[in-house]
């Protein structure tokens, strides 16, 4: 069923992002910018709170094994209700589920900064954690919907990646100096500030979507895949601080692979699905989301090690590793600038793949770190220029994902580019990480994990090429399903 995503005025106007001029008009640069301020926000709250954890755990009263639900609260909600809320965006209206999503982030952060017991806290991270499923698959398909296919979405694109690349970064530096200073409450406190400038912008600028009549909503599609995310999130957050032969990681991770077997089937059968197993055979979309699952989870874990690295190892304070992934923060913000442009030459399929080659190459330069002091500079160039490749991967993969798809499904397609962002970052740490931590010697384990890490990144950028490689004379791409061969 068509949605109507323009909602045009009397006297037609060019769309927002359209090439009618080189140059962004003031209301495209607003609308831009309350997205991907709200985009930043979400991907601060995953790293912000990481340092702060002990300091939390010392002042509220929670074990160090409960602290693990710091984290888990929030990640269960924001990964387990991404499709279900993009979908639901689709239907009945993006920018209200958006606003919605916004007024609960910024209610929750308020709740999580005057928590007074692990309860009130943990409440307040799981409804923060549930606005963000509000806000990403619907900001995403907002942004996708309002700036045309092509040079203007490339660019705002871009834009956004870089601030979401950006804002994991900076939360693992704000956070140690916003809790040296004032602090962990603090750390929850900048949430709040975020949301509360956005959302008064947001209303009077972001388009609507609208549909005639009520759709009907795939039930049984939304409790298997919710079900399945929720279970698999679960089992993934827990392995990583407590291994995986724990029963209850053992049975959420059965439980959650048995119900995305399940979603699958309930969506072959279902006349309206949540997810359309066509569009799962996209070219475009199976392989760019395996790129996208891979640069997530990789990259995330090579920051994990290296964290443990540098202070464990080398024995940098917690202010000086921060200063490494501070640069590693710059050249993430050149790469932004500069991926559009070489996508728009080359196209996102091509610079997916140089991306992730590039990722797992500098990965490699990794392995010759050591135990000497001098190893902080090749630390700090391999993993900056890495970081670069993979915020080229990060655009290129979303482009890659989201290029062809009607408006009226860009929520589902952007449902899965986010879900697939949240469960890489979810999935890499306590895959590989957790052979860092649990070897005897740090060193060693480290150089096990970035071995690992690099040849995954470089495998996959290799069956991606051939997966997405185009036949002589065949169409775009982006139009070819999987099985057309």
Not at 275 to 281: A, F, G, K, Q
Request: charged share 10%; with cysteine; glycine share 12%.
């Amino acid at each position: 069923m068509a949605i109507d995503t323009t909602n045009p005025p009397a006297t037609p106007t060019p769309p927002l992002g359209t090439p009618r001029s080189p140059r962004m008009s003031t209301r495209d640069k607003l609308v831009l910018f309350v997205l991907c301020a709200a985009q930043f926000m979400v991907a601060l709250d995953f790293s912000v709170l990481n340092v702060a954890l002990p300091v939390l755990g010392a002042d509220l009263g929670m074990s160090p094994s409960a602290l693990q639900w710091a984290v888990t609260a929030f990640a269960l909600p924001s990964g387990g209700f991404l499709l279900l809320f993009g979908r639901i965006g689709d239907l009945y209206g993006r920018r209200r589920l958006f606003l919605a999503g916004l007024a609960l982030f910024a209610a929750a952060s308020v709740l999580a900064t005057f928590a007074w017991d692990p309860a009130s806290f943990l409440a307040g991270r799981a409804l923060q954690g549930l606005g963000a499923a509000l806000i990403v698959p619907t900001g995403m398909s907002l942004l996708t919907t309002t700036f045309a296919e092509g040079p203007a979405r490339d660019r705002a694109l871009g834009i956004s990646g870089t601030l979401m690349s950006l804002g994991f970064t900076i939360g693992v530096v704000a956070g140690g100096v916003l809790t040296d200073a004032l602090g962990w409450r603090s750390t929850m406190g900048l949430l709040a500030v975020f949301a509360l400038v956005v959302l008064p912008l947001a209303p009077g600028l972001l388009p609507e979507s609208r549909t005639p009549q009520r759709p009907h909503l795939d039930v049984p599609g939304a409790i298997t895949v919710t079900g399945g995310l929720l279970s698999l999130i679960y089992a993934l957050t827990t392995a990583a601080d407590h291994g995986f032969a724990r029963a209850d990681v053992i049975a959420t991770l059965i439980a959650g692979l048995a119900l995305l077997a399940a979603f699958v089937v309930v969506e072959s059968r279902t006349e309206s699905p949540l997810v359309s197993l066509p569009m799962l055979r996209r070219r475009t979309v199976a392989w760019g989301n395996l790129g996208g699952l891979v640069t997530f989870s990789m990259m995330s874990t090579v920051v994990f090690v290296l964290t443990l690295y540098l202070q464990e190892v080398l024995g940098l304070s917690a202010w000086e590793t921060g200063l490494v992934f501070g640069v590693q923060g710059v050249m993430s913000v050149i790469a932004g600038s500069l991926t559009p442009r070489f996508i728009s030459r080359l196209g996102a399929r091509r610079i997916l793949v140089v991306s992730l080659a590039g990722q797992g190459a500098f990965g490699v330069a990794l392995l010759f770190l050591n135990a000497h002091v001098w190893s902080v500079w090749l630390v700090t160039a391999a993993v900056s220029l890495a970081s670069m490749f993979h915020l080229g991967a990060i655009i290129s993969y979303g482009l890659t994902v989201t290029s062809g798809v009607p408006d009226e499904e860009q929520g589902l397609a952007t449902g899965l580019v986010t879900s697939t962002q949240q469960v890489g970052i979810t999935i890499g740490i306590p895959l590989l990480g957790v052979l860092a931590t649990t070897s005897g010697d740090l060193l060693s384990g480290t150089r096990t994990v970035l071995a690992l890490d690099a040849a995954i990144v470089l495998v996959a950028a290799v069956l991606i090429a051939v997966g997405l490689r185009r036949e002589s004379g065949s169409g775009a791409v982006e139009a070819e399903p999987v099985g057309s061969r």
